[in-house]
Each structure stands twice: as structure tokens, then as C-alpha cells.
């Protein structure tokens, strides 16, 4: 076991005990400024000090967070968090713009290899372009209500049989055979989340109108203009997005409501309601992939270990220095993530896991951002870690289809095995119409700033409808129809990050299909895409995967339609 710990890291720059204190900051930063730079040796001995400083920093602010989302209800977490949020960041991030400066402004940074550097230099200059002073504290005050969102979601719980259960654990109940007892619990979670649908209006109305001050602060008309430039998206456009959603629409939807009715006649039923959606159409009770949280660990090394040893090596690491806290309790923030700690080279995996198919599925997705942050764990800049979300979500998506082959560790019986794929694979299509909502709910969203939470309401009942509403009858459920979106984590923490896991799960279809081909060729591909970081173009680190950066809609209809043909394979 010894040889799975992870030692600390030696630094070369700052001190190995540094306290994360403004105070003990700060002569550091002003040694980085100061400093004279009059080689290009000396510009790249600079950035390799600044970026060890960045990743210490980046690992602090990464516990605060995670310890605060594992217990919401601790007041000194949140503190903790809260102080890094208002005392630290905002004192950091003018300096951290002058830092940029000295960068470009730099004599040397012409001779610095752009093979290497071009991608890095490329997101500076576009920091420094955005760069506004007067937007500081507003980014302090949306971070410090962003995180809000868990402490309201944390403490959602509801009461059935008697018995109290987490959202995630009740949600278990609509996997259940009895329509009354699926009905019971999905109106008890719908009415849960009703009760403070007022609260999160308040919040969500706050944050718009913050993020449209930011935007406007900057010089763009919105938001959603404005975050297409922050989050570099060098890729593509707004426009882009408009035509992936009709493209979604004209190839995917029509396939997921024939399956709708392929269910309904399953299950024998006049309508389709929410509560049908979940439960198995053979009749049987809910697959349960595992008992428990170490379980779903322990087999998850064992299912990485059959895909390649060193996979398995990486989650069974993090096992042994307790970066994991998978399972579903009172006070804890919803949702699932894997955080990477910048210094240690390893990352922390959180989730909310109730023994369900989706918990497998989540576990081996996060697992798929843990090896991505192993093999970018080396690379000489902090700042070459710091992947888009298309490349980030293409090594989660891609896990969890190449991970199929070996989900025999979880199942003992074939038909068991066969009902989890068939279930995996429509959820991969399942994803991409719903990616469309929220993608085109943030459009409307941010170029509408000045709506109303009914508006709201009305404009997310519209879109959700155009791409099949879940191909279920809300008839009588309309308040809760328009509630839906509130569930979803991202609009109120990471506003315009969705459309990266539609973009990212055809490029993850497409490695799947090429594993299925050629398993070791296309796993070497897969892992070297990730190995590069972001030192390469999006489009180039998707061929060295040995796949395409597209999303038109000819290629949707090629991937779906093998996805449709592999279902079909599974009888």
C-alpha cells in the first residue's frame, strides 16, 4: 500500500509551508513582477516559478471547495471557502493581469517555441483583452453567491415510507415496478424542489444581473457574447450552437420518441408520464450495479485494471489518499465532479452515489477526468492543465463507453450486463437533446437579461418542449414542467459550460467506434489526446485521438445512427 501514497512534492520556487494568507502571498507576486528578465532562459525559468506559485494556490482554493460541498452545513467550510473567495482572489487577480502583461510586453516571448507556447500566449492575450478592474468584485460577489446554490440544494430532502431520503436516494424509487410508488416519489421530489423554486429564482435573477454588468463592463452586449470570449472558444460561434441544436433536433430526437413509444407499449400504458422514464421496460426491479460506496470503488479499480493496468493503478492511488467521497447524505452538495489538486498531480472524485445504474455510469465518467489529470500531471505549466471543456468532457464520455467492455465486474449475470449497455447507450442519446436545452435555455437566457422568472419559466417550457420534453405527458404538472431547469447544477455555478458534453459525447461515440474496431490502437489514440493538455488546438488534440472536431449535422446522423445499430445489437 505504501508505494500508493503520493509524496509531497518538492518545491523550487516558494516556500514548503507556505500559509495561503494575502500577507505571506503577496511579496511573492511582487518578487514575479519585479524580477528582471533579460533572456529567454530567464522568461521560461519565470514561468515555470509563476506557475508553481499558480498550481500551490490552485490546490488551496481547490480543498476549501471540496471540503465546503462535502458538508454544506458546516459554517467554518463555508468561511473557509468564503474567505479565499473575498480576501484572496480579488487582491490576486489585478496583479495576475499585470503578471500577463509583463508576459506579452516581454522582448524574449517572440523566441519562446510557438509550437509549445502558441495556445498558452494565445488565452493570455485574450485574459488581458478581457481584463476589466471594475470587475473584480463583482466576480468576488458571484462567487460568494454561486455558492449559495449548494447550501439551498444540500439540504433538500424528502420523507417516504416514513423514511428520509436525499433527492438522489429517492430518486431510486423511479426505477421502481409500481407506478404508484414511482408516481409518490416523483411528486414528492417535484414538490421538495417546488419549495424553494422562489429562493432560487432570487439567486438566479442576482446572478444575471451580475453577469450581464460583467459582460457589459467589458464592452459586449451580453453575457452569452461575452463568455464565448472568456471561455476561449476559438472553435466556433453562437451560430454554431443554433445549428447543433436543429441538427439535434432533425436526427436525435426522432429516434429517442420511437423509443418512447417502444415503452410505452412495453410498459402497457395509454401515456407516458414523468415517472415512466426511469423504470426498466423488462419488468424488473432496478439494476444494482453494487451495495455500497467502497464497493462502487473497488470494482471501479477492477473494471479500469481489465481496460489497461496502469487505468486501475491511477483510481486505486487515489484510494489509498482518500480522494474519493462518493456516497449520498443529508447536508452535502448535489452533483458529481472530479476536482483536479494542481500541486499533487492527483485529483479528488465527489459524487452522490445511491447503488444506481447512473452512480456507475458517474463513477466511471469522473474516472475518465482522474486519468486525464494523472497523465497531465507532468507538463512543464501549470496553465498547459487548463483544458477546455470539449477536450475535458471527451476523456469523461469516452470512459464511460469504452468502459462497457468490462462492466461484467459489476454484474454477475449476462442478461444484467446486457440491460446496463442498453441503458448506457440510450442515455448517450438521451444527453444530446438535453445538452440543446440548457445550451439554448443560456442563449435566451443572457440575451434577454431583463426577463422575468415567469418568463423564465415559459421561454425553458418552450425550448424543453421543441426537443421532446422528455417524451413524457405533463399534462397537470405545468408549475413543475417549468421548474426543471433549476435542478441543473451548471446554470447557477459554471453559466454557458453544457454544450461542451453534446460536442464532447460525438467525439466520445466516435473513440467508441473506433474501439470497437481496434481496441488498442484506439486506446493508445484516446490517451494520448489527453496526455497533451491544452498545448495543441481543440481541433488537432481530437485528431490525435483519431477522431474529427465536428458537429454537423451529417456526422450527428452517423454516430447516432451507430448508436442506434449497437442498441439494436443488444438482445
Known amino acids: 500500500m505504501d508505494h500508493l501514497i503520493i509524496p509531497k512534492k518538492q518545491r523550487n520556487y516558494i516556500p514548503q509551508h507556505l500559509k495561503m494568507e494575502w500577507e505571506t502571498l503577496s511579496p511573492i507576486l511582487d518578487e514575479l513582477l519585479q524580477r528582471p528578465l533579460h533572456s529567454v532562459g530567464e522568461l521560461e525559468q519565470w514561468l515555470k516559478d509563476k506557475s508553481e506559485f499558480e498550481a500551490a494556490l490552485e490546490e488551496d482554493f481547490a480543498w476549501r471547495y471540496i471540503k465546503m460541498s462535502c458538508d454544506t452545513a458546516n459554517e467554518q467550510l463555508v468561511k473557509d471557502f468564503q474567505y479565499f473567495a473575498t480576501e484572496i482572489q480579488p487582491k490576486i487577480s489585478p496583479v495576475a493581469n499585470e503578471l500577463n502583461k509583463k508576459l506579452i510586453e516581454n522582448p524574449f516571448v517572440d523566441e519562446l517555441d510557438q509550437d509549445k507556447y502558441f495556445v498558452y500566449l494565445r488565452a493570455v492575450r485574450k485574459e488581458l483583452e478581457l481584463f476589466r478592474e471594475e470587475n473584480i468584485e463583482l466576480f468576488t460577489q458571484l462567487q460568494v453567491a454561486q455558492q449559495k446554490y449548494q447550501g439551498i440544494t444540500g439540504a433538500m430532502s424528502v420523507h417516504l415510507n416514513d423514511q428520509e431520503y436525499t433527492l438522489e436516494q429517492a430518486a431510486n424509487f423511479l426505477k421502481d415496478t409500481d407506478r404508484e410508488v414511482r408516481q409518490q416519489a416523483w411528486e414528492a421530489i417535484q414538490q421538495r424542489r417546488l419549495a424553494d423554486k422562489d429562493d432560487l429564482n432570487i439567486l438566479f435573477d442576482e446572478l444575471i444581473a451580475k453577469r450581464h454588468q460583467v459582460a457589459l463592463n467589458a464592452g459586449f452586449e451580453n453575457y452569452r457574447d461575452y463568455m464565448f470570449q472568456a471561455l476561449g472558444r476559438f472553435d466556433y460561434t453562437p451560430k454554431d450552437c443554433y445549428d447543433f441544436a436543429a441538427a439535434i433536433e432533425q436526427e436525435v430526437v426522432p429516434i429517442l420518441r420511437e423509443q418512447a413509444e417502444k415503452r410505452k407499449e412495453a410498459l402497457k400504458l395509454d401515456t407516458l408520464r414523468p415517472w415512466d422514464m426511469e423504470v426498466s421496460t423488462t419488468g424488473k426491479a432496478a439494476l444494482k450495479p453494487f451495495q455500497n460506496g467502497q464497493e462502487l470503488i473497488d470494482k471501479s479499480i477492477d473494471c479500469f485494471t481489465a481496460i489497461r493496468p496502469l487505468l486501475g493503478n491511477k483510481l486505486a492511488i487515489m484510494k489509498a489518499n482518500s480522494l474519493f467521497d462518493v456516497e449520498s447524505r443529508m447536508g452535502k452538495a448535489p452533483g458529481g465532479y472530479n476536482y483536479p489538486l494542481a500541486e499533487t498531480g492527483a485529483p479528488f472524485i465527489f459524487m452522490n ?204 446522423q452517423e454516430l447516432a445512427a451507430f448508436v442506434k445499430t449497437e442498441l439494436e445489437k443488444l438482445v
Open 353 to 556: 452515489s445511491a447503488n444506481s445504474l447512473r452512480d456507475l455510469t458517474t463513477m466511471v465518467h469522473e474516472g475518465g477526468h482522474a486519468i486525464h489529470t494523472f497523465l497531465t500531471a507532468d507538463l512543464e505549466l501549470n496553465d498547459f492543465k487548463h483544458c477546455p471543456s470539449e477536450v475535458a468532457e471527451l476523456a469523461s464520455m469516452s470512459m464511460e463507453l469504452i468502459s462497457m467492455d468490462n462492466w461484467n465486474v459489476y454484474f454477475d449475470k449476462e442478461e444484467d450486463l446486457i440491460r446496463a449497455k442498453k441503458e448506457q447507450l440510450t442515455d448517450v442519446l438521451k444527453t444530446l437533446p438535453w445538452v440543446a436545452v440548457i445550451d439554448q435555455f443560456q442563449h435566451w437566457i443572457y440575451t434577454n437579461p431583463d426577463h422575468t422568472a415567469a418568463d423564465r419559466d415559459s421561454a425553458f417550457k418552450q425550448i424543453y418542449t421543441r426537443f421532446g420534453a422528455g417524451f413524457a405527458d405533463w399534462t397537470g404538472y405545468e408549475l413543475q414542467f417549468g421548474n426543471v431547469w433549476q435542478k441543473q447544477l451548471h446554470l447557477f455555478e459554471v453559466p454557458f459550460y453544457y454544450i461542451e458534453y453534446a460536442i464532447a459525447q460525438l467525439g466520445a461515440i466516435a473513440v467508441w467506434k473506433n474501439y470497437k474496431e481496434n481496441p488498442t490502437t484506439a486506446l493508445d489514440q484516446y490517451l494520448a489526446a489527453l496526455a497533451l493538455g491544452y498545448t495543441k488546438p481543440m481541433n488537432e488534440i481530437y485528431e490525435t485521438a483519431g477522431i474529427k472536431f465536428d458537429f454537423s449535422a451529417d456526422y450527428i
